[in-house]
């Protein structure tokens, strides 16, 4: 086979693997939760791309000279070679990178929620004149590896009180399997507190019933609020439906 065809199966195998390169990334991106602020996923999928065309042209050539110098050399044969070789290493790399990444936890294959209540402490009033309840949330941070954060909001509207108390309701997607996680309470003027969640990295459906009461908070620089101020929270596990 001349040096012409080994050429051009590198640049068939090139076009192959910049696309299944391509779609590892893409994945990727969501495996580890990759921002996609100033385009930084984009420009991920974009490098990875071109560093399969790069892997997968240099796999193509070599492999087609590997046929060439073989007893039967043929166009087809040293194809075969490079795009099997290229799309095994691919399913490899992605393979790999799946078992590694921060993946959503499922219970009978449906992704989760954290349902969250907070109570307030005593004599906390909520501002019911304002217009807007922006700084008002729940987030649910990963203790590990890139600290992956998802946010909801504290649904302010659906607020209650019990004995006296404001108990106001929120959701956030369970977007994380790490064994260590914390989820803080924003209220607007007021600094965030965590609680540490006592959650497994795989929820089993007795997580669906409610947690006891956590009454431990501690503020960001892990000092603790004064019993007057602080919160507290339960949480259970519920299945996520994907807003329409």
Same mark, same amino acid.
């Given at each position: 086979?001349?040096?012409?065809?080994?050429?051009?199966?590198?640049?068939? %195998?090139?076009?192959?693997?910049?696309?299944?390169?391509?779609?590892?990334?893409?994945?990727?991106?969501?495996?580890?939760?990759?921002?996609?602020?100033?385009?930084?996923?984009?420009?991920?999928?974009?490098?990875?791309?071109?560093? +399969?065309?790069?892997?997968?042209? !240099?796999?193509?050539? !070599?492999?087609? #000279?590997?046929?060439?110098?073989?007893?039967?050399?043929?166009?087809?044969?040293?194809?075969?070679?490079?795009?099997? %070789?290229?799309?095994?290493?691919?399913?490899?790399?992605?393979?790999?990178?799946?078992?590694?990444?921060?993946?959503?936890?499922?219970?009978?294959?449906?992704?989760?929620?954290? $349902?969250?209540?907070?109570?307030?402490? %005593? +004599?906390?009033? !909520? @501002?019911?004149?304002?217009?807007?309840?922006?700084?008002?949330?729940?987030? *649910?941070? $990963?203790?590990?590896?890139?600290?992956?954060?998802?946010?909801?909001?504290?649904?302010?509207?659906?607020? %209650?009180?019990?004995?006296?108390?404001?108990?106001?309701?929120?959701?956030?997607?369970?977007?994380?399997?790490?064994?260590?996680?914390? *989820?803080?309470?924003?209220?607007?003027?007021?600094?965030?507190?965590?609680?540490?969640?006592?959650?497994?990295?795989?929820?089993?459906?007795?997580?669906?019933? &409610?947690? +006891? &009461?956590?009454?431990?908070?501690?503020?960001?620089?892990?000092?603790?609020? $004064?019993?007057?101020?602080?919160?507290?929270? #339960?949480? #259970?596990?519920?299945? &996520?439906?994907? @807003?329409?």
């Amino acid at each position: 086979m001349h040096w012409f065809l080994s050429i051009f199966i590198g640049i068939l %195998t090139a076009v192959v693997g910049a696309i299944g390169a391509g779609f590892v990334a893409n994945a990727a991106v969501d495996w580890y939760h990759i921002t996609s602020r100033e385009g930084a996923s984009g420009y991920f999928v974009v490098f990875m791309g071109l560093v +399969g065309m790069l892997g997968s042209l !240099i796999i193509g050539i !070599i492999a087609a #000279r590997i046929v060439a110098a073989g007893s039967s050399p043929g166009f087809l044969k040293g194809l075969g070679l490079a795009f099997g %070789t290229t799309v095994t290493l691919l399913a490899v790399i992605g393979g790999l990178a799946w078992l590694a990444a921060d993946l959503p936890p499922k219970i009978d294959g449906k992704e989760l929620e954290l $349902a969250v209540e907070v109570r307030c402490p %005593t +004599g906390f009033e !909520i @501002p019911r004149e304002a217009s807007s309840f922006a700084g008002w949330y729940v987030s *649910l941070t $990963a203790a590990h590896g890139s600290r992956s954060q998802g946010v909801g909001a504290l649904r302010l509207q659906e607020a %209650t009180q019990v004995d006296g108390r404001w108990i106001i309701p929120a959701t956030v997607f369970l977007h994380t399997s790490d064994p260590g996680k914390s *989820l803080g309470v924003g209220m607007a003027g007021h600094p965030e507190q965590f609680f540490s969640l006592p959650l497994a990295s795989k929820p089993s459906h007795k997580d669906i019933r &409610w947690s +006891g &009461w956590l009454d431990d908070p501690h503020f960001g620089n892990l000092s603790k609020p $004064a019993p007057a101020a602080a919160l507290a929270m #339960r949480f #259970r596990v519920q299945f &996520w439906t994907p @807003p329409p």
